[in-house]
């Protein structure tokens, strides 16, 4: 027996059902493509997302450990301010002795001139035996006072730009201690903002 001959044209009941098989069919895998896009979008906007977050964490590790670095170096320079400042202080004190010490003498010097009944260089060059002996304390006495001058003018310009540089040393400091504050307490904070990754 023959299979009956499909015309042109025609369709038989087999054929109208398999063409709404294959729409049915052709339907279903066009919701599964759009499904699939959907996926792979969220998939790529997440991998996107850890990505971000990864350098973030990348970033805040980063700055984590170069503040901790500018603390440590911060620290060091304020241990060498106080180093600088106590040193300062020691040659200021020195200073201040080495001009006590010359006032000293020239106090010693004019107790003796006036025990000597001297108390003028007058009374010294006209007591003096002869001309050179007059010039010699003439001369001897105008040096001495000029080197105590020279002495004591040295010295305290020595104080007073050894207490200049105290002073800058000083404000230094308060400035790397303000930072050092700043750092320090910015540090927990950077790790508080690692703990929710």
Not at 11 to 35: A, F, H, M, T
Not at 59 to 65: A, K
Not at 150 to 171: F, H, M, N, P, S
Request: hydrophobic share 40%; charged share 30%.
């Amino acid at each position: 027996m023959c299979a009956p001959l499909i015309l042109f044209g025609q369709s038989s009941p087999d054929l109208v059902q398999l063409d709404k098989q294959i729409k049915s069919k052709q339907g279903e895998l066009g919701k599964l493509r759009e499904e699939i896009k959907l996926y792979e979008s969220r998939v790529a906007k997440k991998a996107r997302a850890e990505a971000n977050e990864l350098n973030r964490l990348y970033e805040l590790e980063e700055r984590i450990s170069l503040t901790s670095r500018l603390i440590t170096a911060l620290a060091g320079e304020l241990q060498q301010l106080d180093q600088g400042i106590s040193l300062a202080r020691l040659l200021i004190r020195s200073q201040e002795n080495e001009i006590a010490t010359l006032q000293q003498k020239l106090a010693d010097r004019f107790v003796h001139i006036y025990k000597q009944r001297r108390a003028s260089m007058l009374e010294l060059i006209l007591t003096s035996k002869n001309w050179n002996q007059a010039t010699y304390r003439s001369k001897y006495l105008k040096v001495a006072a000029d080197y105590d001058r020279y002495l004591t003018k040295k010295v305290k310009a020595e104080i007073a730009r050894l207490e200049t540089r105290r002073q800058q040393l000083a404000r230094s400091r308060v400035l790397k201690t303000n930072l050092l504050e700043e750092k320090e307490s910015a540090l927990p904070s950077l790790g508080g903002t690692l703990s929710w990754t």
